[in-house]
């Protein structure tokens, strides 16, 4: 099963429009990070939260994570083109798993378009 | 200052042949991942050093993928004998220092697209 789901796999938004991804876990989160990636091209790092209760912003977009820290939630004011590309939350579960792996765990990502 | 790069961008091999992807971490920095990302997934850990360290490679899909950073700066993850399977894109990501603080983002490459035919 998925350890980090995100929903919802792909959205369509017209231009100047607000919308909301969501990043779940069943698992407590030791530290949530969110990417965005263009097609055929690597990941680039937009907000990493790791208090429950935290908020951050850049530009228009705000991260937060919620107070039990299992779910997190990205939100884009007043969408714009160069907003489109695919969303991906990544989290540390090693100190979850036990000594799992080192690396970050990802969702599957969100797809975003925006409609001019 | 630059980047993490990956060389090369595109990568297409016939199944059963070996292949090499390098990755440049951003100088200065200690850890660094290989990640594998399927069409329509999002990236799965495979493997990361500390240094020229390879702490955890519990990520490998087989005993065909082996990872080296042997003077603690480039990595090169080979792929020996690939299957259809191994086609992917190949993330390569670097952190100032994974093991002192998690709170250090790891800045991503633009990976390696590697196509078994």
């Known amino acids: 099963s998925q350890e980090l789901e995100q929903s919802p796999q792909s959205l369509i938004v017209q231009e100047g429009k607000n919308l909301t991804i969501n990043c779940t876990s069943s698992?407590?989160?030791?530290?949530l990070y969110w990417y965005k990636q263009k097609y055929g091209e690597g990941l680039i790092f937009l907000m990493m939260?790791?208090?429950?209760?935290e908020e951050k912003s850049h530009e228009k977009i705000t991260a937060k994570l919620d107070e039990k820290k299992q779910q997190s939630s990205l939100h884009i004011t007043a969408s714009q083109p160069s907003h489109a590309g695919i969303y991906l939350c990544?989290?540390?579960?090693?100190?979850?798993?036990?000594?799992?792996?080192?690396?970050?765990?990802f969702g599957k990502g969100t797809h975003l378009i925006i409609q001019p | 200052g630059a980047g993490v790069s990956q060389s090369p961008r595109y990568k297409v091999a016939k199944r059963g042949q070996d292949v090499a992807l390098r990755c440049d971490p951003i100088?200065?920095?200690?850890?660094l991942f290989w990640y594998q990302q399927a069409l329509g997934q999002g990236p799965e850990f495979l493997t990361y050093?500390?240094?020229?360290?390879?702490?955890?490679k519990s990520g490998l899909p087989s005993d065909r993928f082996f990872a080296e950073r042997p003077e603690g700066s480039v990595s090169t993850l080979k792929i020996q004998r690939t299957q259809q399977e191994d086609s992917a894109v190949y993330l390569c990501?670097?952190?100032?220092?994974?093991?002192?603080?998690?709170?250090?983002?790891?800045?991503f490459g633009p990976g390696t697209r590697l196509t078994v035919t």
């Open positions: 990501a670097s952190s100032l220092d994974w093991a002192d603080s998690t709170s250090y983002e790891q800045y």
């Open positions: 698992k407590t989160l030791y530290g």
């Open positions: 939260l790791q208090k429950g209760g």
């Open positions: 990544g989290a540390d579960l090693l100190f979850n798993s036990g000594g799992g792996a080192d690396g970050l765990t």
């Open positions: 100088s200065g920095h200690v850890s």
């Open positions: 050093f500390q240094n020229e360290a390879q702490l955890d």
